[in-house]
């Protein structure tokens, strides 16, 4: 849960890792270093945010056309200086950054300190750094790496440089995300693909226990025995202003606001002729599609929810059971998984570490899977037997917010596909819901327009230390989304439930300093029953904030501020319904001075367990 930007060129290697560590922050903040060769290898680092470091030591005089940098989240050794990464063997001539986990590094360590190497952190990386000065006694420095890393168990995204191969910069991966950038000027690695926009749209992928060797401008690859491997560059259509804060405070607004947008790049060439069109995206027969008996729906937090949203929409519309479980839960139990079951794996980054052993599990069990993930290249879309993108571009915000709306346009799409294959919908209703999803993104921009409203509501309430969010159907893993947007953001305590359990306990907090969210887009079976539920809260003086449907004039009347989003398919209006929410907490933790796009302990990709 670390960010690591690493280069090799012409160019002055220092302020290329700086930017691009910048816009890694979000994976880690708890303290920052460089490295940087010239004549030996000069470290600095320090605890704090990369700006904090940035004035407590003057990183300017780091001179030099290769070096490493990295950001940390804590996992082993506390945040001191010392623990802050790079890191160094005795000699401070192999240097190391790394995110993940060694898992055997405690008797990797024993064996290492038994050989006289004196250790100079807590961490679990810097046995990396020593186990291949170990090895360099007896062979070159990549063979050193390759060596070193045949003894470790864990998970790792590595560049290593050493002073006395200034020309080289060798990286390798297990589990933990790392891409390498081919740009004009030299070569880059980065834990994720905007940390080099600015340089380069040509990447090359790293694959599991694959290390490459880097020169200035060459690449090469191989697995830990030393074996060749053959790659591809890929090319990405993301700019750098995708990447960037566009004029807007935070990045969680920015990305707020670009819904619209990323919803059309979603839908864009994969509705044709009244069909839904994957192309081999899914990697499933017609036949394979008809066979399905049931689908298990695995991720974790955000995407979680978007899972619960598919769950509904499976069931309802295309008529196959459908479970949903956290990835974490999925990976640790043994799960009956029958033979025509259909697993897919949710995730925004690809890299979560649960969400992939939890699709590798199921690979295990030898059923189909499909992955559906933003991030091209990432471990799960690598893992899965089909893999299908959301075009939410880079999502920077700690928060996720258009990659969860992006997902269900993807939960959506494949209703449609598996409601038509099974004939559970006729053509008026696959029309029906061809013609609703084309209008979402106009509509978003509608929702949007609701900001003062929303901005209001924050205003009166961000000094509110507790609130409940509450729905029904396709909207009660909304109310957990919302409610979980604003902790994460405001650290504001709220809760998310199924409307009609309210009183079955959380209506004994209810009193007047409680605001209870309702999302309640009219729905012909439970609106008069949400009616219901907002007059109980009412009557126990709570603060009602109903998310309704355009036309609505009974909610109005009971609420205290409603927000209307307009009239769509049941079945979409969580897609709208959760912009509000997403709204209302950046309002709130901007009013509470909160650090919107890092929130305190949170980190963007979680890619440890
Ligand atoms: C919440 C949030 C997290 C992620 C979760 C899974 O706003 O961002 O709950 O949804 O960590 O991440 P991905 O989707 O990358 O697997």
């Known amino acids: 849960m670390c960010g690591i930007v690493g280069y090799i060129g012409n160019g002055e290697a220092y302020p290329m890792l700086l930017k691009g560590l910048k816009s890694l922050e979000y994976r880690g903040y708890d303290s920052a270093g460089f490295a940087i060769v010239n004549k030996g290898i000069a470290i600095e680092k320090d605890i704090g945010r990369i700006e904090d470091v940035e004035k407590k030591i003057d990183l300017s005089m780091l001179k030099g056309s290769a070096g490493l940098a990295h950001c940390r989240w804590a996992t082993h050794g506390s945040v001191t200086k010392s623990n802050a990464h790079p890191h160094a063997d005795c000699s401070n001539k192999i240097v190391v950054v790394h995110n993940g986990i060694i898992e055997n590094y405690s008797q990797l360590k024993e064996k290492l300190m038994q050989k006289n190497h004196a250790f100079s952190s807590e961490t679990d990386t810097e046995v990396i750094a020593h186990l291949i000065e170990e090895y360099m006694k007896n062979s070159g420095f990549e063979e050193a790496v390759r060596n070193a890393l045949k003894e470790v168990n864990g998970s790792y995204a590595l560049g290593v440089i050493c002073a006395d191969e200034p020309d080289k910069l060798v990286a390798a991966r297990n589990e933990s995300p790392l891409i390498i950038g081919k740009g004009s000027n030299g070569m880059f690695i980065a834990s994720d693909i905007p940390a080099l926009l600015e340089y380069t749209n040509s990447f090359v992928y790293l694959h599991d226990r694959e290390t490459a060797v880097l020169g200035k401008g060459s690449i090469a690859i191989s697995d830990l025995e030393g074996a060749k491997k053959n790659f591809k560059v890929s090319r990405i259509n993301w700019s750098r202003e995708d990447a960037e804060k566009g004029g807007y405070k935070h990045f969680m607004l920015k990305e707020i606001y670009e819904q619209p947008r990323a919803i059309t790049e979603t839908l864009n060439g994969r509705l044709k002729n009244g069909n839904v069109i994957f192309e081999e995206e899914i990697n499933l027969s017609d036949k394979e599609i008809l066979e399905i008996e049931d689908v298990k729906i695995i991720g974790c937090g955000t995407s979680w929810h978007a899972a619960l949203v598919g769950k509904f929409m499976f069931e309802e519309l295309a008529k196959i059971t459908t479970e949903v479980e956290y990835a974490s839960e999925f990976r640790y139990r043994n799960p009956i998984i029958k033979k025509n079951t259909l697993v897919i794996a949710i995730s925004q980054s690809g890299e ?142 709220a809760e998310g439930y199924p409307a009609a359990e309210m009183k079955h306990g959380p209506i004994a907090l209810i009193d007047e300093n409680m605001p209870v969210v309702f999302i309640a887009p009219h729905d012909i079976y439970t609106h008069s029953k949400i009616l219901g539920n907002i007059e109980e809260v009412k009557a126990r003086g709570g603060i009602v904030i109903a998310i309704a449907t355009e036309g609505d004039s009974e909610i109005p009347k009971k609420a205290g501020h409603t927000i209307f989003i307009p009239k769509t398919l049941y079945t979409l209006s969580s897609m709208l319904a959760v912009i509000p929410l997403q709204l209302l907490a950046y309002h709130i933790a901007d009013k509470l001075g909160r650090d919107i796009d890092k929130p305190r302990n949170l980190a963007k990709s979680v890619v440890v367990e």
């Open 352 to 493: 979560t570490a649960d969400t992939v052993a939890a699709l590798k599990e199921a690979k295990k069990l030898g059923v189909k899977t499909i992955a559906i993930c933003n991030v091209r290249g990432s471990s799960i879309t690598r893992a899965a037997d089909g893999a299908v993108y959301t075009m939410a571009g880079p999502e920077i915000g700690v928060a996720s917010t258009k990659a969860f709306t992006t997902q269900l346009a993807v939960l959506y799409l494949l209703t449609i596909l598996f409601s038509k294959a099974r004939k559970t919908l006729n053509d008026r209703q696959i029309k029906d819901m061809i013609d609703g999803i084309r209008k979402i993104p106009l509509q978003m921009a509608s929702v949007l327009n609701e900001d003062m409203e929303i901005m209001n509501c924050a205003e009166l309430y961000h000094k509110k230390t507790n609130s409940l969010y509450l729905g029904r159907g396709v909207n009660f893993p909304i109310a957990l989304e919302g409610a979980l947007k604003l902790k994460e953001v405001s650290y504001m305590h």
